[in-house]
C-alpha cells in the first residue's frame, strides 16, 4: 500500500510539473490518504504483535 501512495505521489508531481493541478491535486490527496491508511495498518498490526508476544512469553 505504501508503494501505491508513493506512486500516486510521484504521479502528482509530474503532473504538477506539467501544469495539470487538477489532477495533481487528486492525485495527492489519494497518496495522502493511502498513507495515513498504511500508518494506521502498520500501528493495529504492531499492537496485535506486542499483545500476542506478551501472552507467548
Known amino acids: 500500500m505504501l508503494r501505491l501512495a508513493l ?11 506539467f501544469g495539470f493541478t487538477g489532477i495533481s491535486a487528486a492525485t495527492a490527496g489519494i497518496a495522502k490518504i493511502l498513507f495515513f491508511l498504511c500508518i494506521v495498518g502498520f500501528l493495529i498490526f504492531l499492537f496485535i504483535g506486542i499483545m500476542i508476544g506478551s501472552a507467548l512469553w
Open 7 to 17: 506512486f500516486f505521489f510521484v504521479v502528482s508531481l509530474v503532473a504538477a510539473l
